[in-house]
C-alpha cells in the first residue's frame, strides 16, 4: 500500500497504479489521441495545401501540440487526473501529497510524455517506472505526481458512528458537494485519532472541520467537538449512500464506534427503551397533550473531549 500524506497529514492507503494496468491504460488513451490526430491532420492537411510551406508546417506543429499536450493536459485536470484509459481502469493521477493535481501538473507530465513516451515509444517511462518504488515515470517525478489504484476492494473493519445528539442536525445537511478525498480523510483521522498527540488531534481536527464546512456550508456548532461534527458528517453522508441503494437490500450490521474517554470501543447492544407514563391530569384540568421538543443546538455537556 501507498503511504500518501495529505495535506491535513493524514496517511491514505491507497496503492499505486501497477505496470500492467497503466500500460493498458496508456493503449486506450493512445488509441483516442491518434483518431483524433488522424481528423485533427486531415482538416489541417486541408488548409495547408492552400497555404505555403512555411504555414503548412506551422499548421501541422500546432495540431500536435493540441492533440499530444493540450488534449490530455486539459483532460487530466478536468478529471481530476483521470483520462479515458485511466477511468477504464479504475487509475487516478494525484499529488505527492494525496491531493488533486492542477493543469500545471497535468502540462508537465503531458509535455515529458512527447519524448519517454511517444518518442522513444515507452521505453524511457518504463525503464524510470521499474526504479522507482512508486512506479513513476520520468513526468511523475517532474511535475510531483504519481498514478494510483482507485478501486480497492473494500475491507471489513468498525464504522464511524453518528452521534445521538447531533442526529437531527446532520440529516439536513447538503452532502454532495463534499469530495471523495475530503471524506476519505476524514475517516482516515477519525480510525487513527487514538494513536496521535492530544496537539496533533485539535490541530488536524480544527484544519478537517474547517475543509468539510467550506464544502457543506455549515461550520461546526457551537459546544461540538471536531471529532464529533466529523463522525457525524461522515455517518450522515453513508446512510443517504445506502438509502440510495437497491429497494429491499439490507446492509449487515458491522461492528460500530463509540468514544470514551482514551479510545474507541465497541458498545454493548442497548437495551430497549421503556415507554414513559403519560402523566395524570390534575381534578378540574383539561388533559393536554405537550408539544414534541424540537432541537435546536445539541446539548454542550454531551460530549466528552477524549483524552
Known amino acids: 500500500m ?3 500524506v495529505t495535506g491535513e ?4 492507503d491507497l496503492p499505486p497504479a501497477q505496470m ?3 500500460m493498458v491504460a496508456w493503449l486506450l488513451d493512445a488509441i483516442v489521441i491518434v483518431f483524433l490526430f488522424a481528423l485533427a491532420i486531415n482538416g489541417a492537411g486541408a488548409i495547408a495545401s492552400r497555404s505555403d ?15 499530444f499536450v493540450i488534449y490530455p493536459a486539459t483532460l487530466e485536470t478536468l478529471t481530476r487526473g483521470r483520462s479515458i484509459g485511466k477511468l477504464a481502469l479504475g487509475l487516478r493521477i494525484v499529488r505527492d501529497d494525496g491531493g488533486p493535481i492542477r493543469f500545471r501538473h497535468a502540462l508537465v507530465r503531458a509535455i515529458t510524455a512527447l519524448f519517454e513516451i511517444w518518442l522513444f515509444w515507452g521505453v524511457i517511462a518504463v525503464i524510470v517506472s521499474l526504479l522507482n518504488k512508486r512506479g513513476k515515470r520520468l513526468g511523475d517525478i517532474l511535475a510531483g505526481t504519481m498514478a494510483i489504484r482507485e478501486r480497492v476492494p473494500v475491507q471489513g473493519g468498525v464504522v464511524v458512528t453518528m452521534p445521538p445528539q447531533l442526529a437531527t442536525w446532520a440529516a439536513s445537511l447538503q452532502l454532495t458537494q463534499l469530495p471523495d478525498p475530503l471524506a476519505l480523510a476524514v475517516r482516515q483521522y477519525l480510525s ?3 494513536s ?4 496533533a488531534q ?3 481536527g480544527s484544519r478537517l472541520a474547517a475543509d468539510v464546512a467550506h464544502y457543506i456550508g455549515q461550520p461546526v456548532p457551537r459546544g461540538v467537538p471536531d471529532w464529533a461534527y466529523l463522525s457525524a458528517v461522515l455517518a450522515e453522508r453513508r446512510r443517504r449512500e445506502i438509502a440510495r441503494m437497491q429497494v429491499g437490500w439490507k446492509p449487515s450490521n458491522p461492528p460500530t464506534l463509540t468514544w470514551s474517554s482514551s479510545s474507541w470501543s465497541t458498545p454493548a447492544p442497548a437495551a430497549a427503551p421503556q415507554p414513559a407514563e403519560a402523566p395524570t391530569p390534575a381534578p378540574g384540568s383539561p ?4 408539544a414534541p421538543a424540537v432541537p435546536s443546538e445539541p446539548d454542550q455537556g454531551a460530549f466528552a473531549r477524549p483524552v
Open 2 to 4: 501507498s503511504d500518501l
Open 9 to 12: 497529514a493524514v496517511a491514505l
Open 20 to 22: 500492467p494496468s497503466r
Open 53 to 67: 510551406d512555411a504555414m503548412a508546417a506551422a499548421i501541422i506543429l500546432v495540431t500536435l501540440i493540441l492533440v
Open 192 to 194: 487513527r485519532m487514538s
Open 196 to 199: 496521535l498527540s492530544p496537539q
Open 202 to 204: 485539535t490541530d488536524m
Open 287 to 290: 388533559a393536554t397533550t405537550p
